[in-house]
């Protein structure tokens, strides 16, 4: 027969095990768990995140809106920082083929991400977010009286375009083509923002570039709108790398460029929607 001091162990022991049916299982030893870090996003949810460090390659024109986009995205991921390379779409495709170390790629233009892509660089397919279109740049008030792509032919005005490896540079080859109008450059720049300095600084009487580097200049050039520019609209597509040093975190930020947060930042920069 059971002693007293006997039944109370057994209920002690009872109680003990009923107590712990409600708490969360101990992992089996051997088998890690995971602690998620959560953080509030841009949108205002709350998410898993992953941290550390990532590379952007990024395209020229994309300079000041991905800074912007960088620093909101280390903001609502604490832990978190990103690093950018902006160079021509082509140049930055180039030294991603040789190896450079990169997580995302962002290109001005969908032909630079298939170089990429066909050489099984890219993990998954790429993803449009923004389109741009080409704008004269001119000197503020417009002192040469630039009204459309035609007065870029004007004997003695000096013209700078991007070389048509570039995005801009192919966007100005096809507004050419559109139009039948042949431009003579008195140099053609391996960037958009190259193009956009030689005008600011008073070296280019005329510039093409982006509206969105027209509008990101501050008033250091004024931007003269033509109609063949509709013939010529680059479509940017972003991509994790394959070889990408953190893809977790990669992810994340290629789903904030593409998110509504993200998309608002480029829609005030004069980006279109993909």
Excluded: W
Aim: hydrophobic share 40%; aromatic share 4%.
């Amino acid at each position: 027969m059971r002693t007293p001091a006997l039944s109370i162990v057994a209920l002690a022991a009872a109680l003990a095990l009923t107590g712990c049916s409600g708490a969360q299982a101990t992992a089996p030893i051997g088998v890690a768990t995971k602690t998620p870090g959560a953080t509030k996003t841009a949108g205002g949810t709350t998410t898993d995140t992953a941290t550390g460090s990532i590379t952007v390659f990024a395209a020229a024109s994309l300079q000041q809106t991905f800074t912007t986009l960088g620093d909101r995205f280390e903001h609502d991921h604490p832990g978190t920082t990103v690093r950018f390379s902006f160079a021509g779409s082509s140049d930055l495709a180039t030294q991603i083929e040789n190896g450079a170390p990169a997580d995302v790629f962002a290109s001005a233009d969908e032909a630079n991400m298939r170089k990429v892509s066909a050489a099984g660089l890219v993990d998954g397919a790429p993803r449009a977010f923004a389109t741009n279109v080409l704008e004269i740049a001119v000197a503020p008030g417009n002192p040469h009286h630039v009204e459309d792509l035609r007065d870029l032919t004007a004997s003695g005005l000096q013209v700078v375009t991007c070389a048509a490896p570039v995005p801009c540079g192919a966007a100005t080859t096809k507004v050419e083509q559109a139009s039948g109008i042949d431009l003579h450059p008195v140099s053609e720049e391996q960037s958009v923002t190259d193009v956009l300095g030689k005008v600011e600084s008073g070296q280019a009487d005329a510039g093409l570039v982006y509206v969105t580097d027209v509008a990101g200049s501050g008033g250091k050039v004024d931007g003269v709108r033509f109609d063949e520019s509709a013939e010529a609209v680059n479509t940017y597509p972003i991509g994790v790398l394959r070889d990408a040093g953190n893809p977790a975190l990669a992810d994340e930020f290629e789903a904030f460029v593409r998110s509504t947060a993200g998309q608002r930042v480029l829609a005030d920069a004069g980006f279109g929607k993909p």
